[in-house]
T-cell receptor
Framework: RKEVEQDPGPFNVPEGATVAFNCTYS??????FFWYRQDCRKEPKLLMS???SGNEDGRFTAQLNRASQYISLLIRDSKLSDSATYLC??????????????FGPGTRLSVLP | EADIYQTPRYLVIGTGKKITLECSQT?????MYWYQQDPGMELHLIHY???????EKGDLSSESTVSRIRTEHFPLTLESARPSHTSQYLC?????????????FGNGTRLTVT
């Protein structure tokens, strides 16, 4: 079992739809959580940090459930420009040096006109 | 926002050549990382450094080497490039004064070995 797992995707949704991504992690010592978006052949870019019970940034809402060890990302009123791969990243400071950041495999989103 | 730069953006080179991929950051971050990513695939950590003169191998075996002589500079070298080295190489840094803070990525080097 992978340390960080995500919805396999791809998600194909029409413009304006609401879409939710789920991510689960196995290391209970994980302390911080992030969502990145990665466009095709580009570098990952930080979308949101999720530090406590969740946070919202415009159309994007991230939730953290420590007891169940999952985080989610909700995108409301999706735009064509939201099409990308969304990466769940977990940071466990007690992990081996250099292994702190664990990446999920990513979920690809295509927003269709 | 962290400033982290990679050069070149694209590199096409013949088999057997020695290459160095440059990565520099201006934020004074002690922690720096190199990831390798094939198209449509996951990122894999190949090297990391926690400061000057500190370098370690990541969880994916790589024939590349790295050095960390200055805090801001973390170059990656391939002594003899092969087609199997064709991939995207991503450099990243994080701020140790902000434990649990995010990774900041450079814009990547896309390497093609012919």
């Amino acid at each position: 079992r992978k340390e960080v797992e995500q919805d396999p995707g791809p998600f194909n949704v029409p413009e304006g739809a609401t879409v939710a991504f789920n991510c689960t992690y196995s290391n209970s010592a994980s302390q911080s959580f992030f969502w990145y978006r990665q466009d095709c052949r580009k570098e990952p870019k930080l979308l949101m940090s999720v530090y406590s019970s969740g946070n919202e940034d415009g159309r994007f809402t991230a939730q953290l459930n420590r007891a169940s060890q999952y985080i989610s990302l909700l995108i409301r009123d999706s735009k064509l420009s939201d099409s990308a791969t969304y990466l769940c990243v977990v940071n466990a400071l007690q992990s081996l040096p250099g292994q702190n950041f664990v990446f999920g495999p990513g979920t690809r989103l295509s927003v269709l006109p | 926002e962290a400033d982290i730069y990679q050069t070149p953006r694209y590199l096409v080179i013949g088999t057997g050549k020695k290459i160095t991929l440059e990565c520099s950051q201006t934020m004074g971050h002690d922690k720096m990382y190199w990831y390798q990513q094939d198209p449509g695939m996951e990122l894999h950590l190949i090297h990391y450094s926690y400061g000057v003169n500190s370098t370690e191998k990541g969880d994916l075996s790589s024939e590349s080497t790295v050095s960390r002589i200055r805090t801001e500079h973390f170059p990656l070298t391939l002594e003899s490039a092969r087609p199997s080295h064709t991939s995207q190489y991503l450099c990243a840094s994080s701020d140790p004064s902000h434990p649990g803070g995010p990774l900041h990525f450079g814009n990547g080097t896309r390497l093609t070995v012919t």
